[in-house]
């Protein structure tokens, strides 16, 4: 059984891993500290919505992170799935589906109308679960990234 809560500050040991092991897999540095620092910035700021995963033995073993972002054309604020992640050991049993429909159901309840999310182009199985759960692909806009 997988439960989903919103994440809280007291979870932070719990999260900071999970942080870490997702920018792992984006090939980053492992940084605890810096995984750590981010996310304390995230609850004092209140700019992200944190979702946790549990197990049947409430470990932590997934999260997603979602930010508010401002839409003029459509008018209304949607917001951006920027971050998933289930530990390797925990795929395929549910958890990144439960974070995703728990997203979508946080959002409506919010009276946001509309979540985004990317994700790397040869991340097909990402992609594969995300259809599945009724995520169109948006194929009208390109992403372009510049270094500040």
Same mark, same amino acid.
């Given at each position: ?12 040991? *719990? ?15 492992? *940084? ?11 609850? *004092? ?26 839409? @003029?054309?459509?008018?209304? $604020? ?8 289930? @530990? ?20 409506? $309840? ?17 992609? $594969? ?17 510049? @270094?500040?």
């Amino acid at each position: 059984m997988i439960t989903i809560s919103q994440a809280t500050r007291e979870q932070l040991d *719990d999260l900071v891993p999970l942080v870490d092991g997702y920018r792992q897999f984006y090939r980053q540095s492992s *940084d605890p500290e810096g995984a750590r620092h981010f996310m304390e910035q995230r609850f *004092d700021k209140g700019d992200a919505h944190v979702l946790l995963a549990l197990d049947a033995d409430n470990r932590a073993i997934g999260f997603a992170q979602l930010f508010p972002v401002p839409s @003029t054309t459509s008018l209304a $604020s949607r917001w951006i799935l920027n971050d998933l992640f289930v @530990t390797p050991e925990s795929r395929r049993e549910g958890a990144g589906s439960a974070l995703l429909e728990a997203a979508r159901e946080l959002a409506r $309840s919010q009276g946001v109308p509309q979540l985004m999310l990317r994700t790397q182009v040869e991340n097909s199985a990402a992609k $594969s679960r995300y259809e599945a759960l009724g995520w169109q692909r948006d194929a009208a806009f390109d992403t372009y990234l510049v @270094t500040a």
